[in-house]
């Protein structure tokens, strides 16, 4: 045989290769596609239930206060306080962490300052 009808012959094999490669891909995405809607409305949900269950264990955690004898409004107030507390340390915590001297990378600088000084 002759390189030409062989480089045709394998041009075409490429060719239909690629438009079944293509063909799978998009079947795949189809596929996958139609999981979306039904995905998003569970994170919805998710995003709708969680905080209101969050509130209620709030809500039942100071009930059970008042049931060991804490005046109602103090058994609100001492979770509250908790909630409060917890939520600035966690904030001041993660704002410390994004500072931009903890974010840099010292190791690799000083690496690459020290090579550049060696030159």
């Known amino acids: 045989m002759q390189p030409a009808p062989l480089l045709l012959d394998l041009m ?32 919805v949900a998710g995003l709708i239930l969680l905080p209101v269950g969050v509130v209620l264990f709030f809500v039942a955690v100071s009930l059970f206060l008042r049931r060991l004898g804490a005046p109602l409004d103090l058994a609100f107030l001492i979770v509250a306080l908790v909630l409060l507390a917890g939520g600035a340390l966690a904030l001041w915590w993660g704002a410390n962490r994004l500072k931009p001297s903890r974010l840099a990378p010292v190791k690799s600088m ?7 000084g060696e030159l």
């Open 12 to 43: 075409r094999q490429v060719r239909e290769l690629l438009l079944v490669e293509l063909s799978l891909a998009q079947a795949e995405l189809r596929e996958r596609g139609k999981s979306i809607p039904s995905s998003l409305t569970a994170v």
């Open 110 to 116: 000083s690496q690459i300052s020290s090579l550049l």
